[in-house]
């Protein structure tokens, strides 16, 4: 059974940090694609970054240089590294899994919520 927890999500002010992990069961996690996703109050969930089995990254252009995206497949987590948040940050947090070959092999955790509010 696949199974994706993530934890680390929270209340901060702006321009405050927080950490993002994920971590991932029932799957050969080396080789797949892991990635961050985000869904605000009436909005469609969006691509935060990914990082791919060889770990190539890729960033949405709102977080770029300021959220880190890294796996550790010994530990068969991916954690994202958050700095500066900003209120348009706010939102419930979501870890992916793809096969990176087979793409249809996708799993979802349940989500983690995160606000940058004062």
């Known amino acids: 059974q696949v199974q994706l927890v993530e934890s680390g999500g929270g209340l901060v002010q702006p321009g405050g940090s927080l950490k993002l992990s994920c971590a991932a069961s029932?799957?050969?996690?080396?080789?797949?694609?892991m990635g961050w996703y985000r869904q605000a109050p009436g909005k469609q969930r969006e691509l935060v970054a990914t990082i791919t089995s060889d770990r190539s990254t890729n960033y949405a252009d709102s977080v770029k240089g300021r959220f880190t995206i890294s796996r550790d497949n010994t530990k068969n987590t991916v954690d994202l590294q958050m700095n500066n948040l900003k209120p348009e940050d706010t939102a419930v947090y979501y870890c992916?899994?793809?096969?990176?070959?087979?793409?249809?092999?996708?799993?979802w955790g349940q989500g983690t919520q995160v606000t940058a509010s004062s």
């Open positions: 992916n899994a793809r096969h990176s070959i087979w793409h249809d092999r996708q799993n």
């Open positions: 029932g799957i050969a996690f080396r080789i797949y694609d």
